[in-house]
């Protein structure tokens, strides 16, 4: 059989019925949106050829469903989604899927219900009616296609369709998220046990997470986002160990987090359970698993402190991520189904990201996230934390965390996103955090912060809502000076200082006036401690120097005496009978200045007695027995006097 393909790559936007060349043996007809086309074709018109794949999509077919179809009845593959059909499916379109591979009419306005016919559908086709306004139930016939992708409609009803035994199904992916069922999950997963990706997120389920769902032990994808679901994760869960994806927030799920996510489900890559009532602590055994890349428990009542064994959470510590291995799981089904149709067809999570929930699909899986804000942790932020280099978002905000920040987070070199507002975190803000080139998003509000704000690349570009909340905290961001920044004022239009910033000399100055005191101070004053001769030197010189100004200063014949009255000294004169028995006394240890060794005989004895407090209080204590010579007056006569000083007491003498 010749295979013909027409593809159109004329410039005229429009085309026509009668712009197609009469080619009865064209099998094959793609015109995708990048051509820019618009077809108009008259409800009569018969096309000359039987087509196997038609591909129109972005075509502007509508506002009519294309009746021309009711001719071809060769389809293997058709796709007019994004056509703007705002019509209903006629019944006979419906028995062409019995030779299908491939139907895909999502993006339209279709208003229509299906009918529940029964229909062999032989060749497990991959169909795609989301994003329209199908309603109704859901025929049991569609159980037999790989793929049934009916996410964004109507559809009210689940159990009839999900619980009819008299259809073998085939259903490896069923997305019917963003619909309007409004009833309990229906308990009979048994019978499409071979699925593997499963979405139910945003409609209006209620009760509990059937026993059942247990059976799906090929399932990979597993989420019921966005329901009333309620009560605990039943146990028969860990039987689905194959689940990569496990997206359970938005509910009333209550009880604690079960060992078992971490003993079972090992190739676990998401986990988001955010929004619930889950209580108790974060069990240890999520440590294991090593392959998680997105964690959100946000929004629950858990308590007590994070695990420090985070470091375990391997993808998490690497840089890089392996898309294609998230990617291979989504489409392991039909890769024919990514390959052309891969837009329509995604894994999305919602995620806090810079403080905005956002949506990210299948090809923004790229980023690394933990989030367990609005819980009541306690207890300090782990220091292994710091392993997780290739994390891209971390959010602790809203729990009772204390202690201080670790300084290893500056080593989170891909960290985007970081908030530990609202809790109880003391201590200086690390200067390591202003070494995060990708930081966008910082917010350290409300706890109990201290000191400078650590300036540095961007970090000075943080508005002051990144801050407030710090009583003590302190810097440029806040608008608030710190201590030691001087009397700088922190008006908007202050002038600078004509001479500029001082600062600099200023601390120049002081620490080398500091420095050389204490050199010298302790140079001077360690040698005269640590070495007795100089010790001995230094006061002698003292000494004599301290009674030589005094001397001079008062500028007198009886110069020496007087300078012993201006250190409350007496000089006593004994009567001439009583000289051969002296009195002695301890000798003022500053007169020692005033004396020359010279020996002389004494006829005569005077006594100096310390009468008041002397101003040296150092003498030598290494002196046994000296000789010393002075002048003295003794009833206006000039004398001269002799000491011997034998270590303890001094005997002063003078000659006639």
Known sequence: MLFCCFYCMLQDPFLDSTAFPIAQKLSALRLRDKHSLSLKFVPSWVPPFQLIQLGLRSCELGPTFPSWLKTQSSLYELDISDNGINDSVPDWFWNKLQNMILLNMSHNYIISAIPNISLKLPNRPSILLNSNQFEGKIPSFLLQASELMLSENNFSDLFSFLCDQSTAS??????????????????????????????????????????????????????????????????????????????????????????????????????????????????????????????????????????????????????????????????SINKTLYEIYGLYVTVDITLMWKGVERWFNNPELKLKSIDLSSNYLMGEIPKEVGYLLGLGSLNLSRNNLSGEIPSQIGNLSSLESLDLSRNHISGKIPPSLSEIDFLGKLDLSHNSLSGRIPSGRHFETFEASSFEGNIDLCGKQLNKTCPGDGDQTTEEHQ??????????????????????????????????????????????????????????LLNREESIVGCYKNHHVKVVTQKENSWTKPKTTTLPPFISSCFVNTPISPPQSLILQNGGQCLILYWPLDVVKTRFMMQVRDEGVSKVAAVMYDGVSATVKHKK
């Open 170 to 331: 085939n259903l490896g992916t069923l997305d019917v998220s963003r619909n309007q069922i409004k009833q309990q999950l229906p308990d009979c997963w048994k019978s499409v046990k071979q699925l593997l990706f499963l979405d139910l997120s945003s409609n209006n389920l209620s009760g509990k997470i059937p026993m059942s769902m247990g059976a799906l032990v090929n399932m990979e994808a597993l989420v019921l986002r966005n329901n009333g679901l309620m009560g605990e994760l039943p146990s028969s869960l860990k039987n689905c160990s194959s689940l990569f994806m496990l997206d359970l927030s938005e509910n009333m799920l209550s009880g604690q987090i079960p060992s078992w996510i971490g003993e079972s489900m090992h190739q676990l890559i998401i986990l988001n359970m955010r929004g619930n009532q889950l209580s108790g602590n974060l069990p240890i055994h999520l440590c294991c698993l090593k392959r998680i890349q997105l964690l959100d428990l946000s929004r629950n009542n858990l308590s007590r402190g994070i695990p420090t064994c985070l470091m375990n959470l391997t993808a998490m510590s690497e840089q890089t991520i392996n898309t294609s291995d998230i990617m291979s799981r989504i489409y």
């Open 495 to 552: 002038e600078p200082p004509v001479n500029g910033d001082d600062s600099v000399f200023y601390e120049g100055l002081y620490m080398s006036l500091g420095i050389g005191y204490f050199t010298g101070f302790w140079g001077l004053l360690g040698s005269l401690l640590l070495w007795r001769p100089w010790r001995i030197v230094y006061i002698r010189i003292l000494n004599r120097l301290t009674v030589y100004m005094c001397c001079t």
